[in-house]
């Protein structure tokens, strides 16, 4: 016997009946979506919130439409985003801050005064206790009282109205902190185009004329950052030279000479040049204390430009040879002092002889070669 027959025709009957949700046998599905696809819209929803939330953080001021179609784009990635919108930011710096000013000064227009509203919120209250005040009145008043009654309320009304039209203290602090704030973007607006403007204004400095512009590069170091680049290791030389590089471009130096020392030491020999007035030599008074005085500070000047050339040209051509010797000659030193440890005089011998300046090396051969003779 199979389950119809055994079963009543109640439950025979609801056996053979299709069970719907929603709509009917003849009806279209209208189920809807599935639990697991909303659950996932509400996992793609939370996860584009805290993408918006996080883009404002990090990067306020842009907007929520902004930040939208900047994850749209990229398929709601929040650290790509936040590049991209960086990116945005350097690149169109000036433009932002002109649209900001102008955003800020079209919501300053359209933003209705504290002073105003109270003026408006006041006057109904005042004419509200006049209403009241009248009402109150007894009416066996005579018509040269109710005369007066409103000569005086209506006094009472101008006068208070004009006392609330008064501009706050807090008005005139916030009008006087909005200038300040336009006065400042607009010098900051103002910076960011004279430091454009400046850009390559001497030229354009590449990692490439690292020993072009040797000489610049170690007068910066020396007075500037108060190092010495012959004693730094390779790499810290190359970071510190980017960072000369980077204000040569920019034009941010203290000093013009930086940029190119020779034209400036050539300026300066002719500014100085020029000052020396040449000697007459018809003399109305003569004084020989005057006189020798003259020529030695003219002495003077001269022999300290010259120093200045022999010290420049020193720099600039036979630095690196003497820094290259100088190096060589502690590892020297090292070597002599471990051999001298060691036991190995023969070795400390022979290095210490290297050590020694020229003409004393000079002396010491001809000595050895007199006494084996």
Do not use: C
Not at 151 to 175: M, N, Q
Not at 221 to 229: F, G, L, M, S
């Amino acid at each position: 016997m199979s389950l119809a027959e055994r079963s009543t025709p109640a439950q025979a009957s609801f056996a053979n009946t299709n069970l719907y949700t929603r709509g009917g046998p003849d009806a279209a599905d209208t189920r809807g979506n599935s639990m697991v696809q909303k659950h996932a819209e509400k996992l793609q929803y939370a996860k584009e919130q805290a993408a918006l939330a996080a883009l404002t953080d990090n990067l306020p001021g842009l907007g929520k439409a902004v930040y939208a179609v900047a994850l749209h784009e990229l398929d709601w990635d929040q650290t790509l985003a936040a590049k991209l919108l960086s990116e945005f930011q350097q690149a169109q710096a000036v433009q932002l801050q002109d649209l900001k000013k102008r955003r800020d000064q079209v919501i300053g227009s359209k933003r209705p005064r504290s002073g105003d509203k109270q003026a408006d919120g006041a006057a109904p209250a005042l004419d509200g206790g006049s209403l009241a005040s009248g009402s109150g009145s007894d009416d066996d008043l005579s018509d040269d009282g109710k005369r007066k009654q409103r000569k005086h309320k209506h006094g009472k009304h101008k006068h208070g109205k004009s006392k609330s039209a008064r501009k706050p203290k807090e008005d005139k602090l916030k009008d006087k902190k909005r200038k300040h704030d336009k006065e400042k973007a607009g010098k900051s607006t103002a910076a960011l185009g004279a430091l454009t403007q400046q850009y390559g204004k001497f030229g354009i400095l590449r990692e490439t004329d690292m020993y072009t512009k040797r000489a610049e590069f170690q007068m910066w170091a020396t007075e500037v950052q108060k190092i010495d680049i012959e004693l730094l290791p390779k790499n810290e030389e190359k970071e510190l030279f980017r960072s000369f590089m980077e204000d040569y471009n920019t034009g941010t130096f203290p000093h013009r000479k930086y940029y190119n020392l020779d034209a400036y030491e050539a300026e300066k020999a002719a500014k100085a040049a020029k000052r020396q007035k040449p000697l007459t030599s018809e003399k109305v008074a003569f004084n020989d204390e005057d006189e020798r005085r003259k020529e030695v500070a003219v002495e003077r000047v001269a022999a300290q430009q010259q120093r200045l050339r022999e010290a420049y040209n020193e720099l600039k051509y036979t630095a690196p040879d003497k820094a290259a010797d100088m190096r060589e000659q502690d590892i020297l030193r090292m070597q002599m002092g471990l051999a001298y440890k060691t036991g190995d005089h023969e070795t400390a011998t022979r290095l210490q002889d290297r050590l020694r300046p020229d003409d004393q090396r000079e002396e010491i051969l001809r000595r050895r070669l007199e006494d084996n003779k």
